[in-house]
């Protein structure tokens, strides 16, 4: 499967806001959106007028980008979501948050959602007591998350754990640190997801 290899900072110029792909370094100075607002390239710079169909692959893009999803594997989201009860936008949404990478990012265990599928990969967690390293594995409510108990003396994870500790946990994620576990207590509702993007433009865009 493809896979993006080049810098992620350019992903966020252009997309022209925050995605969150590098963990702590979005929130300092060397962001680079707060360095250089503009567009990578030789025009970036340069004012251009954007479609409706622009904005809408914009909002796609930017939902892709957020949460580090190929296209193939996003589109096949869109089509789980239209089958759900409900708004296919927040549908499509909720999907993508109960992914185990975002969970593991979420709840402080890895600095962004790039290192947490990589964690998930080698095998450092335990949903339900079971081992899982896929990364696009889905949550559902109920299911408990844990930390491998071999990993838990790992130094690297140790590492990210301290210097996480004091990001906020979403409410419908319910952690037990000194037991390296969490709880999906339930999926989450649109006021709960964090993602910088018109989940209705992403709908348009697949409907045409």
Known sequence: MARYTGAVCKLCRREGKKLFLKGERCYTGKCSIERRAYA???HGQSRKKTSEYGLQLRAKQQARRFYG?????????FLMAER???ITGENLLRICESRIDNVVY???WSSSRAEGRQLVNH??????GHKVDIASYLLKAGDVVSIKEKSRQNDKIQAIIEANAARPVPKWLEISADRFEAKVVSLPEREDMTVPVEEHLIVEYYSK
């Open 106 to 108: 979420l709840l402080g």
């Open 40 to 42: 990578p390239g030789q």
């Open 84 to 86: 759900k009860q409900g």
């Open 69 to 77: 999803i190929q296209e193939g594997q996003f589109h096949k989201y």
């Open 123 to 128: 095998g450092h967690f335990r949903v339900n």
